[in-house]
Structure formats: structure tokens, C-alpha cells
């Protein structure tokens, strides 16, 4: 009798090799173990609204329910026209000016259409600029996508403002566009008029294309403004993301959109090869799309937990308070999203693997978070805490983190 084969090794595309995303990575996969044992885990560690309490709003479930028996066809590849519509008039509210119909494109979330737009852009070893600390979905499309990510840091001195003289330094002959996430994740950051409009100079001395990612636009605290980047020039070639999941507490809903906008003449090749792929996946999920328009005309976003008393804001407080008691911890205060990124001071902590602290964390006092290193951050002294549970899970859990940082301290 012979041997059977040995069974074919299947391997991993080549493509992938560059591609990470952490905020899902192994120390996920550790904290799902220990669940099946059945510990139990404090999740500060993923920005799902829904699992916190945080339902999306009726009006618009409701909705959905009355359109669902006509949705169950197709659309066009780049979503229904009364979405798209509404999702015009957005841009007429936030200043974005000359942008129609054609100009929209649905997706399932903002990550299809972010991965989407990289693809449609970029050849091998070009060159893509992404903030550090960064929403590492943009490092890792980018990377798919056969391009480089090149990172500009952030600065945590000036409350993490982009540093525009090293994003300036890091341009080359290679360099196709830069991504800004304002507001930010994982920092919290909400960057200023004046800011942005010295990113979009830098963009129009370049010609660089600006992927605007403002999926947070409504998350503000403290009576903040969001100033659109694609408000502030119509000579620079601008893509912005939006969506539902976040202001409107419907990421299960994978409702998102990007907008073109600006220099959109000589874009025409791009945005053939945007609409070829869009066609490609066909088209968003038709409920999905069906929620948008009722999300936007209505007065159900996330406006009222961001109040002086909301319960965003009231986390948010807590959260900050109680992270920058524990000795060698510190926190820029958020002006909006749902995110913290403190430090560990590197001579009270000194950190040599970041994935293998949080997993230790995680082992020690069953507190999920997630790395700096996970959102490209190049030193190992960051983690990311999402303020989203009740106060008193989020007290519980940071003393619980007071506690293991205590026990590194004796070390
Ligand atoms: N952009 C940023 C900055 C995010 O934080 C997220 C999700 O956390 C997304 C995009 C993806 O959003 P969506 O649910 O629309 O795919």
C-alpha cells in the first residue's frame, strides 16, 4: 500500500505579506480562548458601539424593518439615489462645494470603500502619507493595494496635531496622496482650521490627492467644530469617508460613503477605475443603504451623548481622570471620538514588546486593550483605551490596570 500524499501547503498570497491589523490580531485570539474557558473579559479594545448599550436609534431600525421587504434587489453599483442624495446635501452643510450625484459612492462601511480607493490609486512602490498613530486599516489597504505607506508622525505634545514639517520631509517623487483621520483614532484629535488648511497647501504644492477620513465628524466634546478638508479648496483632488457606524451608532448597519471632490478634472482615469471596481463588488448592502437617508435627515445622532452631560462625555472625563492618576501615565484629553492613546513613561516602564505587555495585562487582570504598536506607532510606550463601557465597568477596569502597571513597577 503507498504512503498517502502529503497534503499541498496552502500559503498566503505575497500581497499580504506587508498587511497588519492588530486591533483584530492575537491578542484578540488569546482573549477569545479565555472566554471559552469561561473568563470573563473587561473589552476596551474595539470601537462597537452596540455592545456597550449604545443602540442605533429607533427611528432608524424602524425604518429599516418597513424597507426591508424592498430591499432585496441589487442596486446601482453606486447606491440608490435617495441615499446618495441626502448624502449630498451633507456635503452642502459642511461647505464641500460642486459635488453631485456621480461624485457619491455606498459602501459596506467606510473600510470597503477606504480599501477600495487605494486599490483604484496605486502601483507597486507608490508612496502613500499615514499619520502615526494611525486607524491601521489605512496601513494595511495600502499595503494590499501593492503601495508603501510612508508615516508623518503626530505630535502628543501639541494634543497630537499632525507635524506638518515632517510630513513636508517625508514627500518624494513617489508620493500619490495623504491620508488625514480627523477626528482622529486612536489619538482623540481634532485638528484646527489653520492646520488643515497648511496640509491642503501642502497637498496643492504637490498635487497630492487627500484621503479625508471624517467618520467621527459628530463625536465633539466640549462644543467643538469639525471643519470638512474638502470645504477648504476646490483645487486639490479630495476623497472623503463618512459613514454611519459610528455618529449614528449603526456599524452593524456597514452604511459608509466617500465622497470626490475638489480638482476632480484631472482625475477622470481614477475615477473610472473607482467605478470599475465599484461595479465589480456590485453594489452595498441595499438595507444598509436605505438607512442613510433617515440617519441624515433626522436628529438622531450621537449629538446628545456628546452633551456637557452626556454619557460619552461623562466616560470620557472618568476615563481620562482616573488613567492619569496611575503614576507614569499620561493622557491627552479627546475633543472628540471615542478614544484614548496614553502613554507609559519609558523610564517607569520600560517596554520592550508592547503586544507581549497588553497580552500580560490581559493574562494578569483580564483587561483587553490594544497595543500603540497596533496603530503604527513606532515606539513601544502607547496603548489605545476605547471609553465606551458603563463607569463602572471602565472604573473597574482601570483599576484593574492601575494595578498590574503597579506590579511592573515592583519588577
Ligand atoms: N475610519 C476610522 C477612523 C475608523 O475608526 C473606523 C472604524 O473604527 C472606520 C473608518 C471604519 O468604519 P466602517 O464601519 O464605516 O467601515
Known amino acids: ?16 505579506a506587508h498587511v497588519c491589523y492588530d486591533i483584530r490580531g492575537p491578542v484578540l485570539d488569546r482573549a477569545r480562548k479565555m472566554e471559552e474557558d469561561g473568563q470573563k473579559i473587561l473589552k476596551l479594545n474595539i470601537g462597537n458601539l452596540a455592545v456597550f448599550g449604545f443602540d442605533p436609534p429607533e427611528e432608524i431600525v424602524q425604518d429599516m424593518i418597513r424597507n426591508l421587504p424592498d430591499a432585496g434587489g441589487y442596486t446601482d453599483s453606486k447606491g440608490l ?17 460642486g459635488v ?6 455606498i459602501g459596506n462601511g467606510a473600510s470597503e470603500l477606504i480599501v477600495m480607493a487605494m486599490n483604484a490609486l496605486l502601483n507597486n512602490g ?26 508623518y508622525l503626530c505630535d502628543e505634545q501639541s494634543d497630537w496635531m499632525p507635524d506638518i514639517a515632517d510630513m513636508r520631509r ?31 497647501e501642502l497637498a496643492r504644492q504637490h498635487q497630492l490627492i487627500v484621503f479625508a477620513d471624517e467618520i467621527y ?12 478638508l474638502a470645504s477648504l479648496a476646490d483645487d486639490v483632488l479630495f476623497v472623503t469617508f463618512n459613514g454611519l457606524s459610528k455618529n449614528y451608532r449603526s456599524c452593524g448597519y456597514r452604511a459608509g460613503w466617500m465622497v470626490v471632490s475638489g480638482a476632480k478634472k484631472g482625475a477622470a482615469d481614477y475615477i473610472e477605475g ?17 438607512a442613510i437617508q433617515t440617519a441624515l435627515g433626522g436628529y438622531q445622532s450621537i449629538q446628545d451623548l456628546v452633551a456637557p452631560t452626556g454619557r460619552l462625555t461623562r466616560q470620557r472625563d472618568l476615563a481620562c481622570q482616573l488613567l492619569g492618576d496611575i503614576p507614569g501615565v ?17 523610564k517607569i516602564y520600560p517596554i520592550q514588546n508592547d503586544q507581549q505587555f497588553i497580552l500580560e495585562l490581559l493574562e494578569a487582570e483580564r483587561v483587553l486593550l490594544v497595543q500603540g504598536t497596533g496603530f503604527n506607532w513606532p515606539h513601544h510606550d502607547h496603548f489605545r483605551v476605547v471609553f465606551l463601557p458603563h463607569e463602572e465597568s471602565l472604573r473597574e477596569a482601570i483599576t484593574r490596570i492601575a494595578r498590574f502597571l503597579e506590579q511592573y513597577r515592583k519588577r
Do not use: W
Open 1 to 16: 500500500e503507498q504512503d498517502p500524499a502529503p497534503p499541498r501547503v496552502v500559503r498566503k498570497s505575497a500581497k499580504l
Open 81 to 97: 439615489f435617495a441615499p446618495r442624495k441626502s448624502i449630498m446635501h451633507y456635503t452642502q452643510q459642511k461647505k464641500i462645494s
Open 100 to 105: 453631485t450625484i456621480e461624485d457619491i459612492y
Open 126 to 151: 507608490d508612496e502613500v502619507l499615514i499619520p502615526a498613530p494611525d486607524y491601521p486599516l489605512y496601513t494595511a489597504a495600502v499595503s494590499l493595494s501593492g503601495g508603501s505607506p510612508v508615516h
Open 170 to 200: 517625508k514627500i518624494t517623487s513617489n508620493t500619490k496622496a495623504i491620508v488625514v483621520i480627523n477626528p482622529n483614532n486612536p489619538t482623540g484629535a481634532l485638528y484646527p482650521r489653520e492646520v488643515l488648511e497648511q496640509i491642503v
Open 217 to 228: 465628524d459628530k463625536t465633539l466634546y466640549d462644543g467643538n467644530e469639525h471643519v470638512s
Open 274 to 290: 473607482l467605478n470599475m471596481l465599484a461595479s465589480m463588488r456590485l453594489c452595498s448592502n441595499t438595507p444598509g443603504q436605505l
Open 330 to 346: 499620561s493622557c491627552v484629553k479627546p475633543k472628540a471620538s471615542l478614544y484614548l492613546f496614553p502613554r507609559l513613561d519609558p
